[in-house]
């Protein structure tokens, strides 16, 4: 298997809606995005996959030198090694790659935060970042889009948090902000236990309404120039707004179930709207 059919199978066979925004990109580019796609998943792997958090560090280290290694032109791993040959048609910073790996690290030591600016960081780093990168490979004319970047990039992490909050809160995580979660009335022993109250319906209908603030923020962000460069974020975002919208419709149940949209439809949110964006 070469380092690319690596990252196509990690890729492919996550059934992430980000995998459904680049399908229609030039080979070149989605080779690109497929790469950095398949490294986050290793490095988020690690904390999701090991069950000893001293052993997630030291396989976080590694991934910390094997970026240095990928710089340095010797990359050991398929994924950066599919990525070496790429470093010089796209700008993809090493400090940025290294960001995203505190940021998995962030997850062994933070299961709490205590408002929207901690959380933020977070989100910062595990997602934004994410999307920096991206907008770099799609390509983009005006440094404006850099903004869009970014806040689409919080968007879909609030959109992750809100989904996966019941199961976030079953592993010992909880991503709600600490000072909301009291404003609101709700108790951390409700998230884990799937105690379903107004008080939690009030409180996940307020974490909606920022993720679609940070989804219109972007989208008017995004220049008219660069639009067409960046449909593939223009098709994730089809899709996880359409997972917002079923979560709504089903009356936020978020405790005990995990919405999510079979693959054909994903594929036709992202056929229709590469053609409209």
Known sequence: MTPDQYCQQRASGSGSSFYYSFL???????????????????????VDECREPAIAASKLAWWRDEVT???????????TRALKPLLADFSLPQEQLEEIIDGMAMDLTNTRYADFSALSLYCYRVASVVGLLSAEIFGYQDRQTQKYA???????Q?????????EDARRGRIYLPGDEL??????????????YSDAFTRLMSFQIERAEHYYAQA????????????????????IYRTVLDEIRRDGI???TQRISLPPLRKLWIAARTWVTA
Not at 150 to 156: P, Q
Not at 158 to 166: E, K
């Open 158 to 166: 609030l959109t992750n948090i809100i989904r996966d909050v019941g």
């Open 219 to 238: 989208l008017a962000a995004l220049p008219a120039i660069d639009r067409k460069a960046q449909r593939p974020g223009l098709l994730m975002a089809a």
């Open 182 to 195: 009291a404003r609101f009335g709700v108790a951390e022993s409700d998230l884990a236990a799937g105690r």
């Open 24 to 46: 229609f990109l030039p080979p070149l580019r989605r080779r690109a995005i497929t790469a950095l796609y398949a490294f986050c998943r290793e490095v988020d792997d690690v």
């Open 69 to 79: 290694r990928l710089y340095h032109g010797t990359p050991q791993h398929p994924v």
């Open 150 to 156: 970014h806040d689409l990039g919080m968007a879909f």
């Open 253 to 255: 149940r978020t405790l």
